[in-house]
């Protein structure tokens, strides 16, 4: 991931350099992921952590060519990258000599150790989109809108306990408890790591100037990617789609 990186904010650095780009911007931003593909909501299900735990800062940067005062075309590079650590919300763990660790029901048993586990999500859009300002780049207040075509690159990482639910086979019946079903607990570092998806984002915002070469800008966007799982056997394509709200600087050559 440092890797590619390192090469987008060399190209960004050298394009202005060519001729190729009119405006320069940063942003800062809030990114509120959907999260709605089943290993999201396997997480949210079983831990203590929340959706709302991965709502999270992104910053951003872009390079704008202006075709005519109406429409340029834009390169946008932003970031999103959150970690969250919880446990098991139901389950509490013991520890068997000879079997291993079990996960049993927090309502009946008090447990020896928590079920911790470590969900991580970090998605880097890369983004070439049509801008449309229809009164034109010269204002007072400047409104505009567009959208386009987006490569996201993206990782997710499981780190620690994992309850087995898939395994039924054991229960617990040792008095005063009736028979109680357990399940065994294994630890698992599994990683979808590197990997590349495309997809689409629209956008609408403004731009205030504040001098003669630079602009304050207001922006809502929204993303659609999904990204194909590998590692993690069984489940959906994983929901890499959100909504931004920024706010940036815009730089006018």
């Given at each position: 991931m440092k890797k590619y990186i390192l090469l987008l904010v060399a190209a960004l650095i050298v394009l202005p350099t060519l001729g190729f780009s009119d405006t320069f911007s940063v942003k800062v931003g809030y990114f509120f992921p959907s999260a709605t593909s089943d290993l999201w909501k396997t997480e949210f299900d079983n831990m203590s952590f929340l959706k709302s735990d991965f709502q999270s800062t992104i910053f951003g940067v872009s390079y704008e060519h202006f075709i005519n005062p109406y429409m340029s075309f834009v390169l946008a590079v932003d970031t999103y990258s959150k970690t969250r650590s919880g446990y098991y919300k139901d389950w509490v763990g013991y520890t068997d000599p000879d079997l291993g660790d079990f996960a049993f029901p927090s309502n009946q048993f008090n447990?020896?150790?928590?079920?911790?586990?470590?969900?991580?999500?970090?998605?880097?859009?890369?983004?070439?989109?049509?801008?449309?300002?229809?009164?034109?780049?010269r204002g007072s207040f400047i409104p505009y809108f567009g959208g386009g075509v987006g490569m996201y690159l993206w990782n997710v990482r499981m780190l620690g306990d994992m309850v087995d639910f898939s395994d039924s086979s054991y229960v617990y019946s040792d008095p005063p408890n009736a028979d109680v079903q357990i399940y065994p607990v294994a630890i698992v570092d599994t990683r979808e790591q590197n990997r590349i998806s495309f997809g689409y984002q629209a956008f609408v915002g403004v731009m205030v100037p504040v001098g003669q070469r630079m602009t304050v800008e207001g922006e809502f966007k929204y993303n659609y990617a999904k990204g194909k799982m590998e590692n993690f056997q069984g489940f959906q394509d994983f929901d890499l789609r959100g909504f931004q709200l920024s706010v940036g600087l815009n730089y006018w050559f």
């Open positions: 447990g020896d150790f928590s079920l911790i586990q470590t969900f991580s999500v970090s998605i880097l859009p890369v983004e070439l989109s049509v801008k449309i300002t229809p009164t034109g780049r």
